[in-house]
């Protein structure tokens, strides 16, 4: 009797703690950068993570698996003799995660792992405009 009961709660506790965004939701953690012109340097929140390329190849950036509403990841892309420009990553809801009000617990994993949001747009491409002089 005692081993059906840990079983039992093993099983419902697996089941609790995974949640729909997590189970179901988008997890691209992606942002494929380009810009024009190639060859600018690229750096998320002031760490250079690299540079475009000349081919037209996205450079793809990593982002962290807790990258939420309020994460404030912001994408810096620069090179001499043209303006530097900042985007911010923008996020949205998972509609996907509204089914963890029937498991609140749930709800508390998505927001953890950062489930609960996926990326607008996974594509940023920026046109950097000469600078005045040059």
């Known amino acids: 009797m005692k081993k059906i009961a840990i079983l039992f ?9 995974n949640s729909c965004g997590t189970l179901f939701g988008d997890h691209n953690r992606v942002v494929h950068v380009t810009s024009a012109p190639p060859g600018a340097n690229v750096y998320v929140n002031d760490a250079l993570v690299g540079q475009t ?26 090179k001499s003799g043209y303006e530097t420009i900042y985007q911010p990553v923008q996020t949205t809801f998972q509609p996907i995660a509204v089914l963890d009000i029937f498991f609140w617990p749930t709800f508390i994993v998505d927001i953890v792992t950062g489930d609960i949001v996926k990326i607008n747009n996974p594509y940023m491409n920026f046109v950097l405009p000469p600078q005045d002089g040059f």
């Open 9 to 17: 709660s093993l099983i419902a506790s697996t089941l609790l703690l």
């Open 53 to 78: 390329t000349a081919s037209g190849v996205p450079l793809d950036i990593y982002l962290p698996s807790r990258s939420g509403f309020n994460s404030n990841v912001v994408i810096r892309v620069e």
